[in-house]
Structures are given as structure tokens and as C-alpha cells.
């Protein structure tokens, strides 16, 4: 199923609106209610909403998560909270969310270069999801985690650079 869906960003005013988002028992993630209360400094929320049912989940974006996580690159920009809502859930919102993620985060934060997250061992249908959207994963694991060892992923923010073409190619066209 295609979800539509689209990504916003939401300021600390608000986000009391992000408080009745659940998961169901057992899923390796907090409820809205508790991931808001996370103070994180220069943590940044996001809302996601589905265009026909609206609210469908959140997320939290953190630009100095290279300070927090040694296996991090200095440019990457940590995915923290992942949440889509229970009620939204086998809906294809997840798998929306990670095909947009990395041109709305590369555009929220054009000094990064990768997206980084992880995802707990425990956790294949999410890992799934992260993959299926070209989310990479090189054996990494990250053993710090609250909830068990993680699955380091990440993706790139930027496009690919284009070849360019120049007077002096090496094509046997050239002349």
C-alpha cells in the first residue's frame, strides 16, 4: 500500500499534540507521551501526518548525535524515536516515512551528510523497513542501547554527484 504522507516539523509549543501516539506491547519504542518529554538539547521533533487521516506518527532528528554515539561520523544527523502510531500501522507509513526522511532531513540540515539510526535486534520488522527503504548496514552493532543491541544503519542525505562531461573526455565519441 502507498501511503501518502508528509513531514513537520513541530516546535516545543506543540508538542502536546504528538502526546497520544502508541505503540503496541512489546514494540521497542516510548509512547508519544514519553518521547516529548525528551530534553535533549538541539533534539528537534517532527510530526508525520497521512493526508487523509492525519496524525501517524513522530520522530526526532538530532544534530549532535556525533557527540553522543562515538560510532558516528562528525556530519551525520541522528534518526532517534521513530514512532508510527498503532492505529497506523501495516499501512505502508513507515516505509513512506524512510523513502522521504533523507531529502527532508538533508534539506532541514544541509551541513549533514548521512542520516544515522539504530534499530534494535528484536525489532526485524522495523529493521526490514529501514532496509527496504536503502538504509545500509555494515555489521555494526551498538551495544549502549536502553532496550539491547542495535543495528547501526544509515543513508545518505545527498544525492549522487552526477559524472560531468568535459571536452576532454575519454569517450570514443570524442574527438
Same mark, same amino acid.
Given at each position: 500500500?502507498?501511503?501518502?504522507?508528509?513531514?513537520?516539523?513541530?516546535?516545543?509549543?506543540r508538542l502536546h499534540e504528538l502526546a497520544g501516539l502508541t505503540q503496541y506491547a512489546g514494540q521497542y519504542a516510548n509512547d508519544g507521551a514519553v518521547m516529548i518529554r525528551d530534553d535533549t538539547p538541539e533534539l528537534s521533533f517532527h510530526a508525520i501526518i497521512d493526508r487523509e487521516r492525519g496524525l501517524a506518527g513522530m520522530f526526532k532528528l538530532d544534530p549532535l548525535y556525533p557527540e553522543r554515539h562515538d560510532f558516528a561520523h562528525p556530519t551525520d544527523l541522528g534518526l532517534r524515536g521513530m514512532l508510527v502510531d498503532s492505529a497506523f500501522q501495516g499501512l505502508g507509513i513507515g516505509g513512506a516515512v524512510m523513502a522521504a526522511l533523507p531529502a527532508y532531513a538533508g534539506a532541514l540540515y544541509p551541513e549533514k551528510q548521512r542520516l544515522v539510526l539504530t534499530v534494535n535486534l528484536l525489532n526485524p520488522i522495523a529493521y526490514r523497513t529501514y532496509r527496504g527503504a536503502g538504509f545500509r548496514d555494515e555489521?555494526? !552493532?551498538?551495544?549502549?542501547?536502553? =532496550?539491547? %543491541?542495535?543495528? !547501526?544503519?544509515?543513508?545518505?542525505? =545527498?544525492? %549522487?554527484?552526477?559524472?560531468?562531461?568535459?571536452?576532454?573526455?575519454?569517450?570514443?565519441?570524442?574527438?
Open positions: 500500500m502507498n501511503a501518502v504522507i508528509s513531514l513537520v516539523p513541530i516546535p516545543p509549543e555489521g555494526q !552493532i551498538y551495544s549502549g542501547g536502553s =532496550r539491547g %543491541p542495535q543495528h !547501526i544503519l544509515w543513508a545518505d542525505l =545527498r544525492p %549522487p554527484e552526477r559524472p560531468t562531461c568535459s571536452e576532454k573526455s575519454s569517450s570514443p565519441r570524442s574527438g
